[in-house]
């Protein structure tokens, strides 16, 4: 009984130290920005660099970072991999999207800068970027004869602008959301800070009054809710169960599993990321509770890469897609890779 | 009578674009069939990328998005004539 009290109070207490720390300052900033790239950014723009007959090679660049504006929700994410696979690109940026798109989007980089420091951040985002692009290259080179097949029998995409544009004053308001969400987080100490965001804040506001349609305000300020709605419940039993972790898995079992950055580390890492189902940015705090456990940083980064790209609810998904043979080279080559990045990236630091 | 098939995996815009088409078919007074598509491959043979679509009498009119209801009713008669 004791034990219980014990655990359900690690629990609580991580959710209510969470809500405090992060929910003001990163996660609502964060939430408004997420909801202004899906109003405000044109993503017909993004979505002819997928099409059949794009550039190649551009399209693998655009794939690889392309989740900042795309991927918002998880839930577009399967839909648009399966287009860009059948109608659009191919197998090889289609892969380099589904890989990088989690790790990429604004919502992610900016949590898991905020509750795992900045350099597991930035190093999460770069390796998402440098790896899906590796990833999808050598998927596109494996099934290179299907894909040369497969040109005859192409669909006709539907694509046709959808009105927006993205012009200045819309990077403008993005980047003053950015601004908010980089000065509340900064380190700097509050009779700075708080001005400072207030400013940055009547910005936003008088932009919006200014620059935009009253219709357009008003699909951000829902769109933003959604997103909230959606993501806030699931993350909270994220931070609880992470809560629940700390306080029931023994640190010497973290230790001798993961506590140092070697080769097997890093694949007991992967691989259980692989297989293991994070919704929406869940990853975080769980591995914020492993690292405090004593995981490595490597490991962490390989859990990090390997967790929300692959998991068995979207296995299956993807063999739906694009076939059981396809989706285990895609599930090897993501553990071989989360592996080579945690490794890489425990070594440097 | 026209066809209309609401694309998408069950996201809360696909729920919303189908109430939204029902109301707007009511509205214009047109006899319309709904059909829910959540098969991922068929979604794709339409040749959209970004989930919910729109597709009355098999043409594509919308995806990514939710239209206005004005907009789905000027679909709906455009359709019901040809």
Redesign the interface.
């Known amino acids: 009984m004791e034990m219980l009290i014990k655990v359900l109070n690690s629990g609580w207490q991580a959710l209510v130290e969470y809500l405090l720390q992060h929910t003001v300052t990163c996660l609502v900033p964060a939430f408004f920005i997420a909801g202004a790239i899906f109003t405000f950014i044109s993503?017909e723009a993004v979505?002819k660099y997928?099409g059949p007959n794009a550039n190649k090679l551009l399209a693998y660049g655009v794939a690889s970072v392309s989740g900042t504006i795309l991927a918002v929700?998880s839930?577009?994410v399967?839909?648009?991999f399966?287009?860009?696979f059948?109608?659009?690109a191919g197998i090889g940026p289609a892969i380099t999207f589904l890989y990088s798109g989690p790790a990429i989007n604004v919502l992610a980089i900016a949590y898991s800068a905020r509750l795992l420091g900045v350099e597991l951040g930035i190093a999460r985002a770069f390796g998402a970027v440098v790896f899906s692009i590796l990833i999808g290259l050598l998927m596109a080179f494996i099934y290179r004869k299907e894909e040369a097949a497969k040109k005859q029998n192409a669909?006709?995409?539907?694509?046709v602008a959808?009105g927006k544009t993205t012009d200045w004053h819309r990077l403008g308001m993005l980047s003053l959301m950015v601004a908010i969400l980089l000065t509340a987080t900064a380190k700097i100490s509050a009779p700075i800070k708080w001005p400072l965001v207030a400013l940055e804040i009547t910005g936003v506001i008088l932009a919006s009054k200014f620059w935009f349609e009253k219709e357009e305000i008003k699909t951000w300020i829902e769109e933003t809710r959604?997103l909230a709605y959606?993501i806030v419940p699931l993350l909270l039993i994220g931070v609880f169960l992470a809560g629940l972790i700390k306080a029931l898995l023994p640190p010497s079992w973290v230790a001798s599993f993961v506590g140092k950055n070697t080769v097997l580390a890093n694949l007991v890492a992967s691989l259980s990321g692989t297989l293991m189902y994070f919704a929406t940015l869940t990853e975080v705090p769980i591995i914020k509770a492993l690292l405090e456990l004593g995981m490595d940083k490597g490991p962490a980064l390989a859990l990090l890469l390997a967790g929300p790209a692959l998991s068995l609810p979207s296995m299956l998904?993807l063999g739906?897609?694009m076939g059981t043979r396809k989706t285990v080279a895609y599930v090897i080559l993501v553990v071989i890779f989360s592996t080579l990045a945690g490794y890489l990236y425990g070594m440097i630091t | 009578m026209v066809t209309v098939k609401i694309l998408?995996?069950?996201?809360?815009n696909c729920r919303k674009l189908e109430a939204l088409a029902k109301e707007a078919a009511e509205e214009a007074g047109i006899e319309a069939v709904f059909q829910k598509v959540d098969d991922?491959?068929q979604?794709?043979?339409?040749?959209?990328?970004?989930?919910p679509?729109l597709v009355i009498n098999e043409t594509?009119h919308s995806?990514?998005?939710i239209p206005s209801k004005e907009q789905i009713k000027e679909w709906l008669l455009k359709e019901s004539q040809s």
């Open positions: 993503r979505l997928f929700c839930c577009t399967l839909p648009l399966a287009g860009i059948r109608v659009g669909i006709q995409p539907f694509l959808d959604k959606q998904a739906k897609i | 998408g995996t069950g996201c809360p991922i491959n979604i794709i043979s339409y040749g959209i990328f970004m989930t679509g594509v995806s990514g998005k």
